[in-house]
């Protein structure tokens, strides 16, 4: 595994064959955000989209605590400054923080979350940004912002409500508390719970899944679930949804995938 030069001390980026690997580096913050962390983040997921050649990203994090979310003392206190890359990104990038934290312009390529321990306010909000999410056993969730007098400004009051039912959303926003790993699988928050210390791996399983089936039906089917929302019509989305798969089906991987299941062997696709 091969760590890249967009890398930074709070986020590191690795590439291991066609899978990105993002993982949070401040444990000694409990992985709060800072503008180092944000910045390769941002920085990440850019790549993400421009680079045919990685098929998927996982998120996971170093340290006992996944994230803790906005670091409330260093916001306190004024003392927290942004790194000079950062700010001179955000002249230009104004959302850059909102890119990082996958609220706005999220990458068309499928996103793994892996959580050990603490997920709370951003941590479970950058959640609702990813697509298959594994959480350990001991993993709490929560968006806890309302108990310390703030709003959450990541996307959780439009987007938990169209993830999971309705008054499950109302309750993790209007309580603030914390929510077992068994809970947020109950809720349909996580797709499933694995011992501590395994989510990683676990996620690598599901990144070998996804790079094992053709780059352009899987970018087409994200495309999807990232543009075709529930406020379309279903004959609106429909019609948006064909024009994302029949490029698909008149695609070299189309023919070679057909042909594959017909020789009975596994398919080599290009992404042609």
Known sequence: ????????????????????????????????????????????????????????????????????????????????????????????????????????????????????????AGGTEILQGTDIRIGAENSIFGVTEVARGLYPMSGSTVRLRRQIPYCLAAEILLCGEHITAQQALDFGLINKVVPAGKTLAVAKEYAAKICANGPLAVRAVTRSLREHQECMSEEDAMLASDELANPVFASADAREGMKAFKEKRKANFTGE
């Open 1 to 120: 595994m091969a760590e890249l030069d967009i890398s930074t001390k709070n986020c590191i980026v690795e590439q291991e064959g066609s899978v990105l690997i993002v993982t949070l580096n401040r444990p000694e913050a409990k992985n709060a955000f800072s503008p180092e962390m944000l910045l390769g983040m941002y920085k990440a997921w850019r790549l993400l989209e421009e680079d045919d050649s990685l098929m998927c990203a996982i998120l996971t994090a170093n340290g006992d605590t996944f994230c803790a979310g906005m670091d409330l003392k260093a916001g306190a206190d004024g003392e927290h400054r942004s790194t000079e890359e950062f700010m001179e990104l955000m002249g230009t990038v104004p959302n850059i923080h909102w890119q990082a934290l996958l609220r706005d312009n999220r990458p068309n390529k499928p996103l793994i979350l892996a959580v050990e321990g603490y997920a709370l």
